[in-house]
Nanobody, 123 residues
């Protein structure tokens, strides 16, 4: 019923920037929360950022605060993750996910997941 498609990943040098997109189809985001998670090789998938569809509330993991910004475009039914000052440790597959009405920071707070987009940051 709900499909999430991530795009915008790629290879960048340290200090560069990327903007990831998460486009939803099958239904609108409505009042739900959209989260970004990432999974580096050999590591568990972890929380990065989230936004309530109203746009009023956002959350970030400490390691990306001040560098990443999550936003949404209501008309396009799309959530973005703008990433600045990228570091090699940001290298991971990035996933977007659709959750409930409140922001969550755990995988089980989200019911629908995209297939991911690769971000690689070279030094």
């Amino acid at each position: 019923q709900v499909q999430l498609v991530e795009s915008g990943g790629g290879l960048v040098q340290a200090g560069g920037s990327l903007r990831l997109s998460c486009a939803a189809s099958g239904r609108t985001f409505s009042t739900y929360t959209v989260g970004w998670f990432r999974q580096a090789p050999g590591k568990e998938r972890g929380f990065v950022a989230a936004i309530r569809w109203t746009g009023r509330d956002t959350a970030y993991v400490d390691s990306v605060k001040g560098r990443f910004t999550i936003s949404r475009d209501i008309a396009k039914n799309t959530v973005y993750l703008q990433m600045y000052s990228l570091k090699p440790e940001d290298t991971a597959v990035y996933y977007c996910a659709l959750g409930g009405v409140w922001i969550g920071k755990e995988e089980n707070d989200y019911a629908y997941w995209g297939q991911g987009t690769q971000v690689t940051v070279s030094s």
